[in-house]
């Protein structure tokens, strides 16, 4: 089993930053793509960047520009850079992480999510 530790978030005023960490343990394989979501009050959980293990990333509309996806395949972690936060970034932040693990089998895990909290 697999799983995800999210770090990193908490309150911040309009402008700022934050990076969140999320870190894979358990028995992995390999680490195909991550994600990182958001889900803000009343609202559904959106994807907010992704990275292949090729390092191909793609991003909300809402974040490009602002916010950066990395991975460090070596250590199984995953971050992302958050810059000029607004107040509409304020959500439950959760990584999620989909591969193989050491018995071959398929897993998608979710961690247990951090929350931003940025305000004006």
Known sequence: QVQLVESGGGLVQAGGSLRLSCA?????????????????????????????????????????GRFTISRDNANNTAYLQMNSLKP???????????????????????GQGTQVTVSS
Do not use: H, M
């Open 88 to 110: 509409e970034d304020t959500a439950v932040y959760y990584c999620n992480a989909e591969g193989r693990s050491g018995s071959y089998n398929l897993f998608r895990s979710w």
């Open 24 to 64: 894979a343990s358990g028995s992995i394989f390999s680490i195909n793509a991550v994600g990182w979501y958001r889900q803000a009050p009343g609202k559904q959980r959106e994807l907010v960047a992704r990275i292949t293990s090729g390092g191909t990333t793609n991003y909300a509309d809402s974040v490009k």
